[in-house]
């Protein structure tokens, strides 16, 4: 009896394979295909996230020696036009790798040159766009402080304290104290006293002892004393 349900089984298994054997096969076939793909794809991906490194590492290569010619002070117009010429170049790369950590770097180097000629707008725009490109990446904070920067330069204090207050919700951004210092700052000249007397406590109470809390609770005494805040 054991044995004659053993055989019916069997003989069920081997009709229900029989039946659905092209079915089977198709999606083993299929597996097989995507599995194909996708090392393909990752293949072409890695080779032109390492080509586009190799490109980046060359421009900047190329931008140090032309700015170590003849000094900071002293820019031939033949040396400026080549770093026009390579900022066209890094400005390409960047364009056509937006989403990936090729993009960060070529963003960040972009807005480097941009600020370096006091193009602080456009700087801005690069390093957000370098944040964007890698969000998770521990430089997405580091990118928005300099935009923030770029914005101080440019007289956007509004802007400024919006990329700032990003940075300091990261908590992988090593500059937190700074960010927390340049708030306080910011609305201190802005005279929102009691906001600014929030930034200086936060960076106290975070980071005590360190030079930017020494300077914070120095301003808050300061503050205290002058009677703009209780």
């Known amino acids: 009896m054991e044995n004659e349900e053993k055989k ?11 039946k659905y054997r092209i079915i089977l096969l198709s999606v083993v076939g299929l597996l ?3 599995a194909i793909v996708f090392a393909v794809v990752y293949t072409i991906d890695l080779n032109n996230k390492k080509e586009g490194f190799n490109t980046l590492d060359d421009l900047q290569y190329q931008y140090v020696t032309v700015k170590n010619e003849n000094g900071p002070d002293n820019e031939t117009d033949e040396q400026k036009a080549k770093v026009q010429e390579i900022l066209i170049q890094v400005k390409n790369l960047a364009s056509k790798n937006e989403k990936n950590a090729v993009g960060s770097r070529a963003y960040m180097f972009q807005a480097e040159i941009e600020y370096s000629l006091k193009q602080y707008a456009n700087a801005k725009d690069s390093w957000i766009k370098a944040a964007a490109a890698n ?3 521990y430089t997405a904070p580091l ?12 007289g956007d204090m509004d802007g400024a304290v919006e990329l700032l207050l990003k940075t300091i919700d990261r ?3 090593s500059m937190k104290a700074r960010a927390l210092f340049s708030l306080g700052r910011i609305e201190d000249q802005r005279k929102n006293y009691v906001k600014a007397a929030e ?14 809390a020494q300077f ?3 301003r808050l005494l300061e ?8």
């Not at 990118?143 to 440019?154: I, L, M, P, R, T």
């Not at 930034?199 to 930017?212: P, V």
């Not at 503050?223 to 209780?230: P, S, T």
């Open 135 to 137: 969000e998770k990446a």
């Open 199 to 212: 930034y200086y406590t936060k960076l106290n109470d975070e980071f005590d002892n360190i030079s930017w």
């Open 171 to 173: 908590k992988d951004f």
């Open 8 to 18: 019916s089984l069997s003989s069920r298994v081997n009709a229900w394979l029989m």
């Open 216 to 218: 914070a609770k120095s």
């Open 143 to 154: 990118c928005w402080y300099n935009a923030a920067v770029c914005c101080e330069s440019e």
């Open 223 to 230: 503050l205290e004393v002058e009677g703009l805040i209780q």
């Open 32 to 34: 097989i295909v995507a």
